[in-house]
């Protein structure tokens, strides 16, 4: 019975001397695959078995893109307001500070310039980790800044959509920033200034519907999740069974709405060779 009974009572074991077992150190990919996380750190985040691309935030793509992730950040300090007084299962201002407690972030969106392939660079990244990327006013007004930054300085510019839309807690006013945005990549255009548009997983919702599709050059992850709403919206208001990879990058790049995919570790390259043939300049 010494095997289900304690023999020995009052053991006690120092906190510093208990043996907890590490948190993370394997990630198990939806297809099964069982990778050691930091395997899958140096792959980018990317599971070496299947490739399945893990969901990352503006400090994993900062990294990737900008060389030696040397980049300064713009309008960093910028945050929301809860100019509604909005509640729902929670005050707004609760939930704004209790997001940017966990994440570290101010907002949803993060945007930096710096040098890409050596060249400048200007990118807007959405953090899907803050309130799910949602839109609201302070990530309209810092993607306008942004570009406003890129029309300024004739800069190219990259942006980085991971979003479930608008910010419902910001009722009209997110709304507002489909049009803002909108109109700045007009004026971006105008300027004969790149820009390209990656879509991660997921890009849904009125950033699908304004920024996420304007690009000169709309790229996106493997498998990513690409669409208004989502798959069971449609399919609970069509009635209809949705067709096999419905909505994934795959699926969105055959009907026309995607230019290519591309997979993380090429992205740098890849961003900066659609930047040189728009620019009619050397590939670097």
């Not at 980049?71 to 997001?99: I, P």
């Not at 994934?248 to 290519?260: C, I, K, N, P, R």
């Given at each position: 019975m010494a095997?289900?009974?304690?023999t020995?009572?009052?053991?006690?074991?120092?906190?510093?001397?208990?043996?907890?077992?590490?948190?993370?150190l394997?990630?198990?990919?939806?297809?099964?695959?069982?990778?050691?996380?930091?395997?899958?750190?140096?792959?980018l985040y990317?599971s070496?078995?299947?490739?399945?691309h893990?969901?990352?935030?503006?400090?994993?793509?900062?990294?990737?893109?900008?060389?030696?992730?040397?980049?300064k950040?713009?309008?960093?300090?910028?945050?929301s307001?809860?100019?509604l007084?909005?509640?729902?299962?929670k005050?707004?201002?609760?939930?704004l500070k209790?997001?940017q407690?966990?994440?570290?972030?101010?907002?949803?969106?993060?945007?930096?310039?710096?040098k890409?392939?050596?060249?400048?660079?200007?990118?807007?990244?959405m953090?899907?980790?803050?309130?799910?990327?949602s839109?609201?006013a302070?990530?309209g007004?810092?993607?306008?800044r942004?570009?406003d930054?890129?029309i300024?300085?004739?800069?190219?510019?990259?942006?980085i959509?991971?979003?479930?839309?608008?910010?419902?807690?910001?009722?009209?006013?997110?709304?507002?920033?489909?049009?803002?945005?909108?109109a700045?990549?007009a004026?971006?255009a105008?300027?004969?200034?790149?820009y390209?548009?990656?879509?991660?997983?997921?890009?849904?919702?009125?950033?699908?519907?304004?920024?996420?599709m304007?690009?000169?050059?709309?790229?996106s992850?493997p498998?990513?999740?690409?669409?208004f709403a989502g798959?069971r919206?449609?399919?609970?208001t069509?009635?209809?069974d949705l067709?096999?990879?419905?909505?994934t990058?795959e699926?969105?790049?055959?009907?026309?709405?995607?230019?290519?995919?591309?997979?993380?570790?090429?992205?740098?390259?890849?961003?900066?060779l659609?930047?040189?043939?728009?620019?009619?300049?050397?590939?670097?």
């Amino acid at each position: 019975m010494a095997w289900f009974k304690r023999t020995e009572k009052g053991i006690q074991t120092a906190t510093e001397d208990k043996k907890d077992v590490p948190k993370g150190l394997w990630y198990k990919s939806p297809t099964g695959k069982i990778i050691d996380s930091e395997e899958l750190a140096r792959n980018l985040y990317v599971s070496p078995e299947d490739g399945f691309h893990v969901r990352i935030g503006s400090k994993e793509y900062f990294e990737i893109l900008f060389d030696d992730n040397e980049f300064k950040e713009l309008d960093k300090n910028m945050t929301s307001k809860d100019t509604l007084h909005f509640v729902d299962t929670k005050k707004y201002s609760d939930r704004l500070k209790d997001a940017q407690e966990k994440t570290k972030l101010k907002d949803a969106v993060r945007t930096a310039v710096g040098k890409s392939k050596g060249n400048d660079l200007v990118v807007c990244c959405m953090d899907f980790a803050f309130i799910g990327g949602s839109m609201g006013a302070v990530v309209g007004e810092k993607i306008a800044r942004g570009i406003d930054h890129s029309i300024k300085n004739k800069i190219p510019f990259v942006m980085i959509s991971k979003s479930g839309g608008a910010r419902m807690m910001e009722a009209a006013y997110s709304l507002m920033q489909l049009a803002k945005t909108s109109a700045k990549l007009a004026q971006l255009a105008d300027a004969k200034i790149p820009y390209i548009s990656l879509c991660t997983d997921p890009t849904t919702g009125g950033t699908t519907a304004s920024y996420a599709m304007l690009g000169d050059i709309n790229i996106s992850e493997p498998g990513a999740l690409i669409g208004f709403a989502g798959p069971r919206v449609v399919k609970d208001t069509t009635g209809k069974d949705l067709p096999e990879g419905f909505q994934t990058a795959e699926f969105v790049l055959e009907h026309g709405f995607l230019d290519f995919i591309t997979p993380r570790k090429e992205l740098k390259n890849k961003i900066n060779l659609f930047i040189d043939l728009i620019l009619d300049q050397p590939i670097r």
